[in-house]
């Protein structure tokens, strides 16, 4: 990440948390939508892997849960109880969601567990 990127991710930072210390109601909407934002932005990441990207797109699908993250340790521990354990749960699920639908759907269903369902399906002979 380079200097700029992480002066512009410092100043978000103070911004949201100036936010959450004058209205945390108005903190979590705001959240909420960089929250919307970064789901979009996980299903672009995986879209662009899914039509030949480099493998190193994995991890960057995964980036946008570790920027929030950090967004989230530098807005403060306060701000963190209140958006950190939903934030993970949808991003990772995004992310996750994302991965599978751009490199085999069958890896991620609500159903069963993942191993247990590739392990019934059948493998398919290759011509």
Known sequence: MGKATQRRERRLAQDLQSLFTR???HFVR???LYLRGWCEEVAARARALKHGATESMLGSVFGVLEKAERLLRLIGADAEHLVGPRTRQILLHECCKAVAKA???RIFLFENDSVYRLM???TVARR
């Open 120 to 122: 019934e399906t059948k």
């Open 23 to 25: 209205n945390p109601d």
């Open 30 to 32: 705001v959240w909420d």
């Open 103 to 105: 490199t085999d759907p």
